[in-house]
Structure formats: C-alpha cells, structure tokens
C-alpha cells in the first residue's frame, strides 16, 4: 500500500515500530533506520541493488528483526520540482515492493540528498572517494528519512 504523506503512514504505524528509509539507486539501495520514537534517523546499510521479490523478501526478515513498520522511499524530483522518469520508475519500484513485501509506504522528496551528503563527507570527513562510495547511499537514506521524520513531527 503507497500512502499518499508521511503523516498517513505514521498514523497507521503499532507503537513500538520503527520505519526504515529507503534510497533506490541504480546499482545499490542505501537504507536508514528510525529509532522507536520516530524521531531520529540513523544510516543502517548499504545493499546491491536486484530483483523486486528478493529485496521484498530481504525487508519482510528485516521487518522481523527491527520492528519495521513502514518505508520512506526517496522521490528523485527534477531539480524544479517536476515528476519525471526517475521519479516515476523510483514510485513504481516502491509500489512494486510494498505489494510484494506487504509494507505500507510513502515516497519523500530526496532532491539533493546526496549531493548535501558528498559535500558534507568532503568537507567535513576528508573521506575518499572509495570510502564515500561505501557510505554515500546509507548517509543518504538517513538524510532523506530525517527530513521526514522532521517535517511530520512539525505538523
């Protein structure tokens, strides 16, 4: 089930139960975990990108493991705002996902997330490109998730 705001899928979220970020790239899918509170983001990991049912498969045990209730997938928009190819195949992918697992959903705005990341993991961290290739897609996810969590909390 796709929810059309983060505020709708929270509202149907048991307590207790966290939601898990999700940044769908190309090759590799950076995921993000909230704490139980939903009020924190954290980079959890970083997985090869594959079929539908084996990602769907690998979040039902993950459900299990962290009492995940719900995915936020980041929503590439156009720089202006517009819905284009991307942002259709990324809604498309996490329909596809939330039938085959049984997890409800939302998408998220996620324009810039990782550019915002690799900025931060240059200036900041001094990291290498080798090193921030292994942690862009997870630092992402929880960027992309925490702005989520912030903008439902504010409402």
């Known amino acids: 089930m796709l929810f059309s705001t983060i505020q709708d899928l929270l509202l149907q979220l048991p307590k207790g139960y966290r939601v898990l970020g999700i940044d769908p790239g190309s090759k590799q899918i950076g995921l993000a975990l909230s704490d139980v509170s939903l009020m924190l983001a954290s980079p959890y990991e970083t997985i090869k990108r594959g079929k539908v049912s ?58 810039l997330s990782s550019s915002a990341v690799n900025r931060f993991l240059i200036e900041q961290a ?11 897609d997870k630092m992402a996810a929880s960027y992309m998730l925490q702005a989520a969590l912030d903008a439902a909390k504010n409402r």
């Open 126 to 136: 001094d990291l290498s490109r080798k090193k921030r290739n292994q942690i862009v």
């Open 54 to 111: 084996a990602f769907a498969q690998y979040l039902q045990q993950l459900a299990l493991k962290e009492q995940i209730g719900g995915l936020v997938c980041g929503l590439p928009l156009s720089l202006d705002g517009q819905f284009g190819p991307a942002a259709q195949a990324a809604k498309d992918w996490i329909t596809a996902v939330s039938n085959v697992s049984g997890l409800p959903a939302c998408l998220w705005d996620e324009r």
